[in-house]
T-cell receptor
Framework: SQQGEEDPQALSIQEGENATMNCSYK?????LQWYRQNSGRGLVHLIL?????REKHSGRLRVTLDTSKKSSSLLITASRAADTASYFC????????????FGKGITLSVRP | DAGITQSPRHKVTETGTPVTLRCHQT?????MYWYRQDPGHGLRLIHY???????DKGEVSDGYSVSRSKTEDFLLTLESATSSQTSVYFC?????????????FGPGTRLTVL
C-alpha cells in the first residue's frame, strides 16, 4: 500500500521558474523524506523533515510539512535543466522499524 | 552510489531459473533493503535486514528470499524466476536510527525474465 502520494504526476516548467511538488500521506509519521532519481540511476536523498518541524531549507530546496493535513511540499527555486528528474516522497511511519514507504513519484522536466 | 555496489547490473534469464542478486556496502550500515521499481508502482519494498541473519518481509516478498551472512552483503534470490519479476531492483542501506534513517541507494540491477 502506498503511504505517500505525490501530486502532480508530471510537471513541465521553464528554466528559472520555481517547481512545487506535493505529497500527501495517511498515517502518523516520524519523518518525511524527499528523494531525486535521474534517469537510469538510483535514488538520491535530498532532504528529511521530522514530524516536529514545519519547514526546512537546503540550498534551492524548501520543504514544508503540515502534520494536521498530512501533507508536505517540495519547492525547487530557480530551476535548472539539471533538475530534470523524478522526485519521490517517502514516509517513515511511527513504529515502522526504519522502513520507508515511497510514493510513485513526480516527473519534473525543466526546459532550457 | 558511493559505498554501495550491486551485481550484476544487467541480467537476462529464462522463466523457471534461479537468480541471485548481490548488494555490497562499505559503509557498515545496519539496515539493508531490497526494492523493485516498476512503471506505475513506484518503489516497493521486497525484504529488508536489520542485522546479520536478521531479515523481514516487505510489501512484495512472495517469490523472493534473502540472506545476510555478513554486515556488508545482502543477497536477493528469486528461486524460480517468472516474467512478473522483470523489473529494476535497487538495494539501499541506512543507519536506521529513529531520526537519521535516510536511505542510500545502489545503482540498480535491470532484470529481464523471458
Amino acid at each position: 500500500s502506498q503511504q505517500g502520494e505525490e501530486d502532480p504526476q508530471a510537471l513541465s516548467i521553464q528554466e528559472g521558474e520555481n517547481a512545487t511538488m506535493n505529497c500527501s500521506y495517511k498515517t502518523s509519521i516520524n519523518n518525511l523524506q524527499w528523494y531525486r532519481q535521474n534517469s537510469g540511476r538510483g535514488l538520491v536523498h535530498l532532504i528529511l523533515i521530522r514530524s516536529n518541524e514545519r519547514e526546512k531549507h537546503s540550498g534551492r530546496l524548501r520543504v514544508t510539512l503540515d502534520t494536521s493535513k498530512k501533507s508536505s511540499s517540495l519547492l525547487i527555486t530557480a530551476s535548472r535543466a539539471a533538475d530534470t528528474a523524478s522526485y519521490f516522497c517517502a514516509t517513515d511511519a511511527s513504529g515502522a522499524n526504519s522502513k520507508l514507504t515511497f510514493g510513485k513519484g513526480i516527473t519534473l522536466s525543466v526546459r532550457p | 552510489d558511493a559505498g554501495i555496489t550491486q551485481s550484476p547490473r544487467h541480467k537476462v534469464t529464462e522463466t523457471g531459473t534461479p537468480v541471485t542478486l548481490r548488494c555490497h556496502q562499505t559503509e557498515n550500515h545496519r539496515y539493508m533493503y531490497w526494492y523493485r521499481q516498476d512503471p506505475g508502482h513506484g518503489l516497493r519494498l521486497i525484504h529488508y535486514s536489520y542485522g546479520v541473519k536478521d531479515t523481514d518481509k516487505g510489501e512484495v516478498s512472495d517469490g523472493y528470499s534473502v540472506s545476510r551472512s555478513k554486515t556488508e552483503d545482502f543477497l536477493l534470490t528469486l528461486e524460480s524466476a517468472t516474467s512478473s519479476q522483470t523489473s529494476v531492483y535497487f538495494c539501499a542501506i541506512s543507519e536506521g536510527t529513529r531520526f537519521y534513517n535516510e536511505q542510500f541507494f545502489g545503482p540498480g540491477t535491470r532484470l529481464t525474465v523471458l
